[in-house]
């Protein structure tokens, strides 16, 4: 398992008992988002070329009736390997998120990775940041997982 990078970020890893394919169908389908990011309540709305670069994704988080609207930019997209997202939640700022996948005997392992970009958030510490973020990422890639898994059998 990965302990974290030269920028001291902290993955969260998990094999998914699916093909990458099935995963990054998932990844793909910018319309599933809110059934695996946790925080996202809604997409409102998904550019038609998703996930290329420079497409988005509009999402609402919150729960209702306080949602903010906000969206999801894609940095940079490697079909079946990689996706760099950076989503924006203001007031919290902005973030990078890189999403990586690795064929191993016909699983899918999902390595992710985000930090803070800008916010007050991007004032605390790093260490402390990752801390805060670990969970929240985990639970994002055994969502993924469950649908992965549920779709492939």
Same mark, same amino acid.
């Given at each position: ?5 030269? !920028? ?9 008992? !699916? &093909? ?7 990844l ?14 809604? %997409? ?6 998703? &996930? ?7 999402? =609402? ?15 940079? =997209?490697?079909p ?8 924006? !939640? ?6 990078? $998120? /890189? $999403? ?8 899918c ?8 970009? =800008?916010?007050? %958030? $991007?004032? $605390? &510490?790093?260490?402390? /940041?990752?801390?805060?973020?670990? &969970? ?18």
């Open positions: 398992m990965k302990t974290g990078d030269a !920028a001291g970020h902290r993955p969260s890893v998990r094999t998914i008992d !699916a &093909p990458v394919d099935a995963v990054w169908d998932i793909r389908d910018g319309w599933s988002y809110a059934s695996w990011v946790v925080g996202s309540a809604r %997409i409102r709305d998904v550019d038609a070329d998703w &996930p290329a670069a420079g497409s988005r994704l509009h999402h =609402s988080v919150g729960v209702w009736p306080v949602m903010l609207h906000d969206h999801t930019d894609v940095v940079s =997209s490697t079946r390997q990689e996706l760099v997202l950076a989503p924006r !939640a203001w007031p919290w700022g902005r973030a990078t $998120l /890189r $999403l990586q996948l690795e064929e191993q005997e016909g699983r392992v999902v390595t992710m990775t985000e930090d803070v970009t =800008s916010g007050p %958030i $991007l004032t $605390l &510490p790093r260490p402390i /940041r990752q801390l805060l973020v670990q &969970p929240r990422n985990d639970e994002c890639l055994r969502r993924l997982s469950f649908i992965a898994e549920r779709q492939s059998s």
